[in-house]
């Protein structure tokens, strides 16, 4: 799939991470803006186990880019950034290009209540994010146009990308990404609604299931 024209809007940018210390990073849009971070800067390694870390340390970088360093598309009112992007090398005998995990946010966060350093880790490569890293590293002059780039997530699921073509936002100077990934149809289901139910469109309630 052809992406949004994508680039590397800042690079290098340091950020002071309130218990954290100072972290460098690109700044990158690819359809959304993505604050991209090595994660051998934070002492992360790039593993399901480390899961919970990797969500709490990305979100605080991420909300305090956010804060000391936001960014704004150059033809669109599009403030950022709205995610964070930790990358590592390729794992040993995958053939990728790399290894990335994707940090969501799941609510607000308020430093002065470090139960909500909390986020979501994507379970795919992302898109967007496939489409920034692909963009920086195309600016950086470690990627080609036309070269493929084998990026997979932290559960190793892998998207195929590449830079087709050059092309201007604005002023900007940016390059056309495209993006293929695979799906798999894991159910086929009725959904019944009864005349009676009082939460017919479901409920959300904060960390209770039943």
């Known amino acids: 799939m052809e992406a949004l024209p994508s680039f590397l809007g800042h690079k290098d940018v340091v950020v002071d991470v309130p218990g954290l210390g100072k972290v460098t990073m690109d700044l990158a849009f690819g359809g959304l803006w993505n604050a991209i971070v090595a994660a051998e800067k ?3 390694k790039l593993e399901p186990e480390n899961g919970k870390k990797i969500a709490k340390l990305g ?5 305090s880019c956010q804060e000391q360093h936001p960014v704004e598309h150059p033809t669109m009112s599009y403030p950022g950034p709205d995610i964070l992007v930790f990358t590592g090398p390729p794992r040993s005998g995958s053939g990728a290009s790399a290894t990335n995990t994707v940090v969501m946010s799941n609510g607000q966060l308020d430093w002065n209540r470090p139960d909500t350093f909390t986020a979501m880790l994507d379970r795919s490569p992302c898109g967007s994010g ?4 692909m963009a920086a590293r195309e600016a950086r002059g470690s990627l ?3 070269e493929e780039f084998l990026h997979d997530s932290i559960l190793g ?7 087709l073509r050059e092309t201007m936002v604005g002023g900007q100077r940016a390059v056309v ?3 293929s990934g695979r799906a798999w149809v894991t159910s086929v289901s009725d959904q019944i609604v009864e005349a009676d139910d ?3 469109l479901g409920f959300t309630v904060g960390d209770i299931w039943c």
């Open 177 to 179: 990404p495209e993006v």
């Open 59 to 63: 979100e605080m970088i991420k909300v």
């Open 157 to 163: 699921t892998r998207f195929r990308g590449r830079l």
């Open 144 to 146: 080609k146009l036309g």
């Open 198 to 200: 009082p939460l017919p």
């Open 42 to 44: 934070v002492d992360l």
């Open 130 to 133: 496939t489409a920034a890293v």
